[in-house]
């Protein structure tokens, strides 16, 4: 990008068509900095030899640091849950319990109480305190210390350590360095090594008094448990007791349930239908068996009894014996008849042995009859009274399930508060790293540390304080001010020089003529017909450049655009005529008092083109010879004679000349001095110019340093091209 580019973002556009440039904001800000210079170097200056007197008067500060491993998971010797459960909470929330737990009021009163710190005055003094009980207004007389006294000292004592302890964490890991810092080596050293001591005993001792509480609390329980158990039973064994239900066998279900397999009821019940069953097959065997029995020509008689059997083996030999003799004999012959004799005794005997084996089936029969009768009569007996066991079994039931619950709370109870007693053998999730050693050198305070603080914190103050008066500060440092805050064009910056205004004026090439020269151009697009005719120069208060202008001006004007003439009328306090070396006792107050020979007030200058007419004696009210028309008057008859004329008023505040002054011209131009004017002054004086009905031209920045404001209205460089293109071919 082009310097033309970077340039034109900074471009403002003023009234009347001017382009003025703005400052950048950095820029801004270094041109106040350097307006305050060295206000701001004495702040920092001061700042910085304060801090390096309070650092060599502090007490040297000794740190002992101790460092700790804080898991986030403990070892469990007895693998027995505790009672407290690993918790799902994320590391960060974890380890900053833990952090807070370190920096915890109650584990700097352990430490207190463990080292007796309340009792230690060395420890008061490593702190630079003193006990409450020992000041100058505690009114305590020597002597041991009361109650509250120590009760006192140990509040004093506990704040003292919660002020020098420090947790820092290591980033990315479980370590944590606990610090002590006094002005005792060996105090910081044993603070920091009890602190971590008594962190790691505090957590085991938490650990075992929720253990005990635990325990104290499923005592409580288990007796009441126990009670109820037994109440449950008892109440179980008299309803059984009452409804004649004896238990022979029961079992347990896997959710630990008693169920009743078999009573006794029920075992008879098993026992006598499997003897019915028997003596059912019985009776109908031996019925089988009789029926067979009863059955003509039946072999089941021989088949069942032996010696009916040998009886028709015999009868079956003797009949064939028979037979054989009838085929040899007649049936008369005496060995025939005596074998026919001797069949008919067998068929006797077989016929006798029939009827006495019917006989005993029919008996065996008759009582397997009758036991089935009996056998089934009693399973009767038995269905009835299983049955009326069974509608006591449910609430037999409710009574089991009872004493079931009862002894699965019990149960499960008993069995946590034996775990519970062993549950705090594990090992601490907290151990020591390293511990506090003797620290060698001092921690604080640091000299090149503390100088760096002193010094940012005076850049800090400097600021402010120039910010402050910055803020404070109203008066136009910038020309692009005059149009925002004024609402009046600006006609130019005239730039402050080192030496006699009226002497460099002259020099058609200097800084001062070129920017008058400027400010000439933007007046002659002012009005209509080009440079006014008559105008006056006036201001907010004295010594703001308006006279130099006023004779500037005229100057200017009469080397380019024919005859001027100035004149003072600051008739209260006249300047021009002393300054320029001319003759004052006759001026404006001689023509407004009435005196009307113009030509002896009229006073000729080194440029033939450029008169002056003085202010006159001082009159004794200046006002009274405004208001009249005799002013009004001299400015006609002096713009007949030349054709520019510059009134060079007395300034606003507080007068009312120049509002008079003003009428009788065709504008004013209102002239500013740059960093001192202020701007409500400038606003008030511009209203009241407003109110007479006066036209203002613009407004004349004076005393304008442009190389202290940045790029200003851009005469920084335009000014000095020519004079320092000069000043470089010299060199």
């Known amino acids: 990008m082009s310097d033309m580019a970077i340039a034109s973002d900074n471009v403002e556009q003023g009234e009347g068509g001017r382009e003025f440039l703005t400052a950048p904001i950095l820029l801004t800000y270094w041109n106040a900095l350097k307006r305050h210079l060295w206000l701001a170097a004495a702040i920092v200056g001061v700042a910085t030899i304060v801090g390096a007197i309070i650092t060599l008067l502090m007490t040297p500060q000794y740190t002992a640091t101790s460092r700790i491993e804080i898991a986030r998971e403990q070892a469990n010797v007895t693998n027995v849950e505790g009672l407290k459960r690993e918790s799902s909470a994320p590391d960060e929330e974890f380890y900053l319990t833990q952090y807070s737990l370190l920096n915890a009021r ?6 207190e109480r463990r080292l007796r710190l309340a009792r230690n005055s060395e420890f008061f003094d ?13 009114g305590r007389k020597t002597g041991p210390v009361s109650a509250d006294d120590l009760r006192a000292r140990e509040r004093q004592a506990v704040e003292l350590l919660l002020e020098n302890v420090g947790i820092s964490p290591l980033r990315g890991s479980a370590l944590v360095d606990v610090s002590y810092t006094s002005a005792s080596p060996q105090l910081s050293r044993l603070i920091a090594s009890t602190w971590v001591n008594e962190f790691v005993q505090q957590s085991m001792d938490r650990r075992l008094a929720s253990t005990a509480d635990a325990r104290v609390y499923l005592e409580t329980r288990l007796q009441g448990l126990r009670d109820r158990l037994e109440e449950s039973e008892r109440d179980l064994v008299s309803y059984a007791a009452r409804q004649g239900i004896v238990r022979l066998s029961e079992m347990r279900s896997d959710d630990g349930r008693t ?11 098993e026992q006598l239908n499997r003897l019915l069953v028997l003596a059912t097959a019985e009776r109908a065997e031996a019925e089988s068996k009789l029926k067979a029995a009863r059955t003509p020509g039946s072999t089941q008689l021989a088949i069942s009894n032996q010696a009916l059997g040998m009886l028709r083996q015999r009868r079956a030999e003797a009949n064939a014996e028979l037979q054989e003799l009838l085929v040899k004999f007649e049936p008369e012959y005496p060995l025939a008849e005596a074998a026919r004799d001797k069949v008919a005794a067998l068929d006797r005997a077989v016929a006798a042995e029939e009827s006495r084996v019917r006989g005993a089936y029919v008996s065996d029969y008759r009582a397997a009859q009758e036991r089935e009768q009996s056998l089934r009569a009693r399973v009767d007996e038995l269905l009835g009274r299983l049955d009326v066991e069974n509608r006591s079994s449910i609430q037999y039931n409710i009574y089991q399930r009872e004493v079931d619950t009862n002894r699965q709370l019990y149960d499960s109870l008993l069995q946590r508060y034996k775990e519970i007693g062993v549950a705090g053998v594990g090992t601490n999730n907290i151990s020591i790293v390293d511990d506090a050693v003797l620290p ?16 940012t914190l005076g850049l800090f103050l400097a600021t402010g304080v120039i910010v402050i008066l910055e803020n404070l500060d109203e008066s136009i440092r910038e020309p692009q001010q005059v149009a925002d805050r ?35 151009t933007n007046l002659s697009f002012s009005t209509d017909h080009g440079l006014p005719r008559t105008m006056a120069l006036t201001s907010t208060s004295p ?19 024919g005859t001027v003439v100035l004149v003072d009328v600051d008739m209260r306090r006249p300047v021009v005529a002393e300054r320029l070396g001319l003759d004052g006792s006759r001026g404006v107050s001689n023509f407004l008092a009435g005196e009307d020979d113009l030509d002896r007030l009229i006073q000729k200058l080194d440029d033939a083109n450029v008169s002056f007419v003085s202010a006159g004696p001082v009159p004794p009210s200046a006002s009274e010879l405004l208001s009249g028309d005799r002013l ?9 004679r030349f054709q520019h004329v510059i009134l060079d008023s007395p300034p606003m505040l507080g007068l009312s000349d120049a509002p008079l002054i003003a009428n009788t011209v065709e504008g004013v131009i209102y002239v500013i001095e740059a960093d001192r004017t202020a701007v409500r002054g400038s606003q008030a004086a511009i209203g009241r110019l407003h109110e007479s009905r006066a036209h203002i031209l613009g407004a004349l920045l004076t005393k304008y340093r442009a190389r202290q404001s940045g790029y200003g209205y851009g005469y920084g460089y335009g000014y000095g091209y020519g004079k320092d293109a000069a000043a470089d071919g010299a060199s």
């Open 440 to 455: 060698e050198e001092s921690s604080s305070p640091r000299l090149f540390l503390n100088l760096a603080v002193a010094l």
């Open 126 to 138: 490593a702190h630079g305190a003193t006990p409450e009980d020992e000041g100058l207004l505690s």
């Open 486 to 520: 004024l609402g009046v064009p600006l006609l130019g910056a005239i730039p402050v020089v080192d030496d006699d205004a009226l002497s460099v004026i002259d020099d058609p090439k200097s800084i001062l003529s070129e920017a008058y020269m400027t400010v000439r």
């Open 259 to 269: 169920r009743t397999t078999q009573t006794l009821a029920s075992s008879d019940l």
């Open 543 to 561: 010594s703001e450049g308006k006279s130099t202008s006023a004779y500037s001006l005229a100057r200017v004007i009469g080397r380019t655009s």
């Open 106 to 111: 109650s584990l700097a009163e352990r430490v």
């Open 632 to 640: 009004a008057t001299l400015v006609r008859l002096l713009s007949e």
